[in-house]
């Protein structure tokens, strides 16, 4: 029950940041996965953060492409920490109504260069 409500929650959050985001755009926005961050180390007490991620199941280059289109329409601006460079990934902080949103996704990833290597075979030399 827990993952079910859990999954609940994280569906209405991402629904209503990423409807809220395309109003304020005023143009669809590939859809991301928010979570409301209630210990958020960017935002003053007061003001809510939400963070979200573009899918990992996409691409590094249709993931980066995502993020960019997102970062365009809402002006936001790169807050790309140096632990997320070193792991490949990229994030963008807004405003969004009287709340923070930070976008990370993953931009650079080894899995797309080892995918199209043959993988070695290995036979029994005995």
């Known amino acids: ?4 409500l859990m999954m609940a929650a994280i569906d209405a959050v991402s629904d209503l940041v990423n409807s809220r985001a395309a109003d ?7 859809p991301a996965t928010w979570l ?4 958020a180390r960017f935002t003053a007490a007061h003001q809510p953060e939400f963070r979200g ?10 993931a ?13 601006v790169d807050t790309t920490t140096p632990d997320e460079a070193a792991e490949g990934r990229r994030s963008y ?15 650079d990833t080894l899995a ?15």
């Open 24 to 30: 304020t755009a005023g143009e669809p926005l590939p």
């Open 53 to 62: 991620t573009i899918h990992p199941d996409l691409s590094a280059a249709e």
């Open 36 to 39: 409301w961050d209630c210990c």
């Open 112 to 126: 797309s260069a080892t995918e199209t290597q043959p993988l070695p075979i290995l036979t029994n030399m005995s």
């Open 93 to 107: 902080s807004a405003t969004l109504g009287a709340a923070t949103i930070r976008l990370t996704a993953a931009i």
């Open 1 to 4: 029950m827990t993952d079910s």
């Open 64 to 76: 980066n492409a995502h993020l960019s289109r997102w970062a365009r329409a809402l002006d936001m």
